[in-house]
């Protein structure tokens, strides 16, 4: 899908972040079309759940399965309530999913997700994990070896696969997983 310029990026203004009926023209194209998610109410062809909008940055896709690299940002954004968010909403983006390792926790392949940024493991959490130079989504598990303390990548397929971060690997955590949009929708009757 191709950017396309904007009334801010021709007068090289950032857009405003709060995404209303107002400022929504100022992001013409560059808006993923995700209203099935983000609304009941329409006002100038804007959905709005209600309340605050925000427009999270979209930053590509990631993997469920196989490691692959994470896009730079993409220049697109999604509108997301505010209110849905914990802590500030610039710690957010939303990424693509791709892959099946992750369907018994409830993403499936294609599923947008929105992520917390956060370079703390949390042990036992679904992170995204960027692991010998490509990018993962995961759940981060920790194990007593006979070497002491050992991080896996624990694969929610029913497969039982664990892969292990070696001591000498490259790795480092991207952020933490927040909600699917696909959820946002269903538990909010969209």
Known sequence: MPATKTA???EAREP?????AETAPA????????SRFTGRREKDGV??????????PYVGKAAAGVPIEVNEPTGYGVPFPKRHLKGKWQ?????????????????????????????DPKPGKVMLIRHQGE????????KETKEG???????????????PIEEDDDWEIQ??????????NERHGR
């Open 47 to 56: 959905r709005f759940h209600g309340g605050e909008m925000v427009l999270l």
């Open 91 to 119: 710690d957010y983006f939303t990424i693509g999913i791709y892959g099946t390792s992750m369907t018994e926790f409830g993403i499936s392949d294609g599923d947008d997700v929105v992520i917390r940024k956060t370079s």
């Open 135 to 142: 990018t993962t989504l995961k759940r981060l598990i920790v």
């Open 8 to 10: 801010y990026e021709t």
């Open 149 to 163: 303390e050992k991080y896996f990548l624990r694969w929610e397929d029913g497969s039982g696969r664990e892969d």
């Open 175 to 184: 952020g933490e997983y927040h909600m699917s949009l696909l959820d946002f």
């Open 16 to 20: 405003p972040a709060l995404y209303t």
């Open 27 to 34: 992001y013409g194209e560059n808006v993923i079309d995700l």
